[in-house]
């Protein structure tokens, strides 16, 4: 393969995350140049010091940051619940029962009804700044409609996570144990070909601590990375079961004790953290700064889903973030980049120095701070995946 190189000149700030590059902890440099050699960075550095390159694209002055990590979302499903959202913004509270509706809607859909709503919302992200995506099954729970739901998913995106243990199935609903013997063999067995994690929602009204460890230690087994939906709704096992395992992140982080913040803060799990859901159901805010604090590594993301958090929008959870859960626009910004790549133990995104992916958001701002300084106000004005510019 021939090898092409683009130089992009005149970048007003560019947010590397890589300090030895740059300012602070995201690595700025001011009036900055990067150079893409096929679909990685070569090169970043001031402008005045870029080397030549075959092509150039000059951005104007405006900001330059890492193509969003989203590693949370549920992207395979069918219909929407509107009318429980409006229901719930009249006072209602939500519960994992609502997973149910789109359960049906989803068993009811065509293969490609749901590429084709998958495909929507990717998109929709991509626009948005997303470069790198996780996504889950869950809204099957069936063999057959499990299996399919990832196979969807892997035609999209190598982070493809089993969330068989999404809620107890309609199914089963008299016989859990007998549903969670089904998610740990032949649903496993299944689904294990098209996956690189398994999941598991450990929650009141979903799966108590010992199913959750022989879920994900079923996963382990056949070759999946574990990680957790955790402590969301109430206080529970799921966070330090989260870390016992070695899961790469336990989701959600909502309700923490203090030995719960010390396990995150003192094992390799990343604290994930999605205010899309408790903004969609008005509960109470994660505290990332007690986690920051604490010393645990976290991540921000959208967990976009038809239910509790139907949102593909990292700006507006950055701004989420900032506003509600303690979060510096600085720690906001590296938690949905180099965060999520960090949950999903991928060292190739989230950043831009050499050797990394050459994914680029680009804003019709001179900062990331205008994600909070601005909110709801659509800055991302040009995306690069692996190199190439879409759009």
């Known amino acids: 393969m021939t090898n092409r190189t683009t130089a992009i000149t005149n970048i007003g700030t560019l947010v590397t995350n890589d300090p030895t590059l740059g300012e602070g902890p995201l690595g700025q440099i001011h009036n900055a140049a990067l ?41 395979v499903f069918a219909g929407d619940r509107t009318a429980e959202f409006n ?18 809607a989803t068993r009811a859909a065509t293969d490609e009804a ?21 996504t889950k099954s869950g809204y099957g729970l069936t063999v057959q409609d499990e299996e399919r739901a990832l196979r969807i998913a892997a035609a999209h995106t190598d982070e493809v996570t089993y969330l068989g243990a999404h809620i107890v199935s309609p199914d089963y609903a008299d016989d859990p144990a007998a549903y969670v013997e089904l998610v740990t063999g032949e649903m496993l067995d299944a689904c294990a070909p098209h996956a ?12 108590d601590g010992d199913q959750a460890r022989a879920i994900l230690t079923a996963g382990k087994a056949k070759g999946l990375l574990p990680r957790m939906h955790a402590n ?7 966070v330090q079961l989260a870390v016992e395992l070695d899961a790469a992140s336990a989701d959600h982080c909502t309700h923490l004790t203090d030995a719960d913040v010390d396990a995150l803060a003192n094992g390799n799990t990343v604290a994930t953290l999605l205010p899309g859901a408790e903004f969609s159901t008005r ?31 990292v700006p507006f959870c950055i701004a989420l973030a900032v506003r509600d859960m303690g979060m510096t626009p600085d720690e906001a910004l590296w938690s949905a980049t180099a965060g999520g790549a960090k949950a999903l133990r991928r060292t190739d995104v989230g950043y831009l120095s050499p050797g990394a992916r050459a994914d680029l958001t680009f804003l019709n701002a001179p900062s990331h701070v205008h994600f909070a300084y601005r909110p709801g106000v659509p800055l991302v004005s040009e995306v690069w995946r692996r190199g190439v510019r879409n759009g």
């Open 87 to 104: 229901a719930r913004m009249s006072g209602q509270s939500y519960s994992a029962g609502g997973i149910r509706t789109t359960v049906a």
């Open 283 to 313: 509960a109470e805010w994660p505290n990332a700064r007690r986690l920051l604090d604490a010393g645990a590594t976290v991540a921000l993301s959208t967990d976009c889903n038809p239910g509790s958090s139907f949102t593909s929008s």
């Open 232 to 238: 969301q709704l109430s206080y529970g096992p799921g």
């Open 196 to 207: 690189r994690w398994v999941d598991v929602f450990c929650e009141k009204g979903a799966f």
């Open 35 to 75: 150079v893409i050699e096929n679909d990685k960075i070569a090169w970043a550095g001031p402008t005045t010091k870029a080397p030549a390159a075959d092509t150039t694209h000059d951005a104007a002055g405006r900001a330059v940051i890492p193509g969003f990590v989203d590693s949370h979302s549920h992207l």
């Open 114 to 134: 749901l590429e084709a709503n998958l495909k929507h919302h990717l998109a929709e992200a991509l626009r948005q700044g997303t470069t790198t995506f996780e």
